[in-house]
């Protein structure tokens, strides 16, 4: 009966012992964009409440860390024919946090007004090609432990 109960107890602790190196095995990563990935999907155009014509575009955002996200900071550089037309700091702050392994789709809107007028035209012709460009700068997850790439 004791050789039984020795076995169970050795059971236990080895099980204890690779739980506690799973958990200890989980890391921050490195580099932000190891942590998410932002893809950005179509474009339109779509007008306010207000009249304010804007230039819709789609993002998904991807955790690709082992941890839940809150906050997430990058710039979108938008180029045409290998000139940048606009740039645009992004921050969420999200109200539930991205899961590990989940994505989020947002429509980022960007108002004309804040376009420089001789780009304008290439934004309102959704058929004009624009690449955008992201340069992820700081990802805060669930506990507030912040990645950079600074």
Known sequence: MSSVIAKENA??????????????EKSYPEYV??????????????????????????????????FPIQNIQWVSVY???????????????????LLPGKSLTINLQIPFTQIDEKYRSIFMNTQEPIHVYKVERSVMFKDKKVITDN
């Open 11 to 24: 059971s236990k602790e080895k099980t204890k012992s690779i739980e506690k190196t799973a958990i200890a």
């Open 33 to 66: 964009d190891y942590a998410i990935s932002i893809d950005v999907g179509d474009r339109d155009i779509v007008v306010n409440n207000d009249g304010l014509a804007l230039s819709r575009f789609k993002y998904i955002i991807t955790n690709k860390s082992e």
């Open 79 to 97: 180029v045409h024919n290998r000139q940048v037309v606009h740039s645009q700091d992004m921050q969420i702050e999200l109200e539930n946090t």
